[in-house]
């Protein structure tokens, strides 16, 4: 008898912008991609190494599409740890929330990734989006969903 068990990682991420008056100017749903590096990772963590827990979540203005060789964004604009992100698990599913505040990652965003450091840091999964205008006095909130099935 042959057992075949499709093990997969997949993800979605929310993000909205709201301007200083607390509407919203933009919001969209996309994919996004566990790179190579987030696969080693988890399989790591399962067998009790220390890598550092993901901690940060990371906005920037690189276009190249996601690929799992990815170990950075491309051109990071901002960073998020805690208070403004948390990482919490419930049965197979892995939620990020992450907020940039006023005068964090300014500009034209079109990139997310989640780390484990406040710079540099083991990529887990990376995004590429249309473009998301984020004015000096906005605010980005990511929701990022991962599943494992």
Request: aromatic content about 4%.
């Amino acid at each position: 008898m042959k057992i075949k068990d499709d093990l997969k990682i997949s993800g979605e991420l929310v993000i909205i912008v709201t301007d200083k008056s607390g509407h919203i100017t933009q919001s969209m749903k996309v994919p996004n991609l566990v790179v190579t590096t987030g696969k080693q990772y988890i399989a790591s963590r399962m067998a009790g190494t220390t890598a550092a827990v993901m901690s940060h979540m990371a906005i920037g203005s690189g276009t190249a599409a996601a690929n799992a060789n990815n170990t950075a964004l491309g051109n990071e604009l901002g960073r998020a740890g805690s208070p403004l992100f948390s990482f919490q698990a419930s049965g197979n599913i892995i939620t990020a929330t992450a907020t940039f505040v006023e005068g964090v990652g300014t500009g034209a965003i079109s990139e997310a990734g989640i780390f484990n450091a406040s710079s540099g840091g083991t990529m887990l999964c990376r995004t590429v989006f249309p473009v998301v205008n984020k004015q000096a006095s906005d605010t980005i909130a990511i929701t990022w969903t991962i599943t494992i099935s």
